[in-house]
């Protein structure tokens, strides 16, 4: 009975081929979305088995494991430009729209011929996994892009996303002191560019080693940890890098209240000794 059940699974989703009319609905396309995600998305809008997608996609045997569920958060597709070119017609969308899933640019693609789709699986090293989209903003169950990002705040404010342990969102909603570090964190990124991101990062790393040390607002910190209810389903270290958020901010914008030139000529322990001057006066 449960191979007569697999095998007429397996017959379902590779005796038809896929047209656009089996896809009537079309999902919102999400900046910066895996295109595992977005795959996975637009099979269960239409009620169908993501195999079936991935094999319209596909030119000859579908590789290994693509019959099985989607898990976005451990697996990312990968397409050539003629299977890109067969997703745009199914869900009626210009090539150059699905160029919003940063796997679909042309310099992500398999150099290939013919239609194709490869699984390959998320790297283990911080900042290269996927992170949940926010609910509030996004599509449940949408994935995106890290882009080098480890953790970092939605841009609401009310959740934190972060791609550690297979991927795992906060509700933030019940510290707003986080959402008013992000507006400090926006300020200072559009008028220092890419090196205010910079600074936050390192002061980040700064922030979590005293959170590690506990030399550094230990009663506030862990205030913070009670009001996100850290417990058995969110450990302390998960929320930690949430909870220094404030201060990371803070701390990486010392150097702008100081002003540049005296943040310029401050290197290693000098500029972490500023900083950390700055932020107990504050």
Partial sequence: MPQGTKGSARARTTRKPLKSADLPIRVPL???ETTASYLARTAAANGIEAGRLLKALHQGRLPSGALAPLRPHLMEIRLS?????????LVERDEDQLRALPGLRPGELLVVSGAAVRLTAWPHGPGEGPLKACPLCLEDGAWLVAAGHRWRPCACGRRWQCGDDAGYLIDTTPLPEIGR???QHRA????WGPAGDALVADAHQVTLWWWVS??????????????????????????????????????AAAPLILGAPRAASATGGELVRVRSCEVNRC
């Fill in 81 to 89: 430009p003629e299977s890109v070119t067969r997703l745009a017609a």
């Fill in 30 to 32: 999400i900046h910066g």
């Fill in 214 to 251: 506990k030399q550094f607002a230990r009663d506030l910190w862990r205030q913070r940890e009670e009001a996100l209810g850290v417990g058995p389903r969110l450990r302390r270290r998960q929320a930690a890098p949430a909870v220094v958020y404030p201060e990371a901010v803070r701390l």
């Fill in 188 to 191: 200072f990124d559009h008028r």
């Fill in 181 to 183: 570090a992000l507006r």
